[in-house]
């Protein structure tokens, strides 16, 4: 039998990055969740098992992002020489390369669980650099580690995050193709350097949205969501994605964005039934016209973030 002090189980929220202007520095984590189990062993086996979205395209062997994850912790707590090995099982309901943070949650997962194990010698914010190294922003990991909406930076390694609960109760409206993208692919169309008009529009607008959204002033969300940083160079990557924009904002949602680096769009609405699934129908019918076959969810935020169980 397994000794049940070298298993735990722990529970990621997806997230949403960028939330339009604030690229690489801000985000949310949302009501959709990865589960892991993780039993840490102290022979070299490793078994990797994973249901859900994508399940059939994850590695089972080192190469796993949640198993090199979790060796990052054993190695920089002094345990890799006792943990050889382990049994990973996940449960996936992040949809996979499509801009929820499903990447950023296995990482969370993987530091997590194996922090858990050897007694949690990282506090959250040590996870949150070791998850920032690998993943390489901290605009996903930040908020499946904290929950909440999160501002971040970095500078020089040292990565700083600040949460808080909105105090406009928003509903997430999110249409996802049925196509992947990649992070490094969208990454790789956008500019070197950008006019300093771009700049400006953007540090306003992330500020703006940061005020409105801690004062809970919605009146001041109707631009707070626009970006001239890197959805104007990314909508090539996306058909249809500035129509699936305005059909949101058409039928009542306060602001638009590509979800992290896409091909999601995530659309924010005030709490209300019909006007949520309305937006949804918008969003999935439009992409529709433009040969996309997506679906909508609906979720809240996530106050919580990664959540351990023994
Ligand atoms: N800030 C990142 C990007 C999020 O937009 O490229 C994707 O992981």
């Keep these: 039998m ?3 002090k070298n298993k735990v189980t722990v529970k990621v929220p997806g997230t949403s990055a ?3 202007p604030g690229f690489d520095c801000l985000g949310l984590a949302a009501t959709i969740y990865n589960e892991l189990e993780m039993t840490l062993l102290e022979d070299e086996r490793l078994i990797i098992e994973s249901s859900g979205d994508g399940a059939e395209t994850i590695p089972t062997d080192d190469k796993n992002i949640v198993w090199k994850s979790a060796r990052m912790v054993l190695e ?13 099982r996940m449960e996936n309901h992040i949809p996979m390369s499509r801009g929820l943070g499903s990447s950023a949650a296995a990482i969370v997962a993987g530091l997590t669980a194996a922090n858990a194990i050897v007694g949690t010698p990282f506090n959250r914010n040590e996870i949150l650099k070791f998850a920032t190294e690998i993943e390489g922003h901290p605009d996903n990991v930040a908020p499946a580690i904290f929950g909440g909406f999160t501002v971040s930076t970095v500078d020089k390694g040292v990565v700083q995050t600040f949460s808080f609960t909105p105090k406009i109760k928003l509903k997430l409206v999110v249409a996802v193709p049925d196509f992947p993208l990649s992070t490094r692919v969208a990454r790789q169309v956008l500019p070197k350097s950008v006019p300093l008009k771009d700049a400006v529009f ?3 607008r992330a500020a703006m949205l940061v005020a409105a959204l801690i004062e809970g002033k919605e009146r001041f969300l109707s631009t707070a969501f626009d970006d001239a940083l890197h959805q ?5 990557l996306v058909p249809g994605m500035q ?16 979800s992290g680096a896409g091909p999601c769009l995530i659309a924010f609405s005030a709490a209300n039934k019909r006007i949520e699934n309305n937006i949804a129908v918008e969003m999935v019918q439009t992409f529709k016209k433009h040969d996309v076959q997506a679906n909508a969810l609906i979720l809240d935020p996530d106050t919580r973030g990664a959540v351990v169980n023994f």
């Design 76 to 88: 920089r707590s002094d345990n890799a020489e006792k943990f050889k090995g382990a049994i990973i």
């Design 243 to 258: 129509e699936v924009f305005s059909a949101a904002k058409k039928s009542g949602a306060l602001g638009v964005a590509l």
């Design 202 to 204: 953007n540090v306003g």
């Design 232 to 236: 104007p160079y990314r909508t090539k």
């Design 18 to 20: 960028n939330c339009g």
């Design 2 to 4: 397994d000794n049940p």
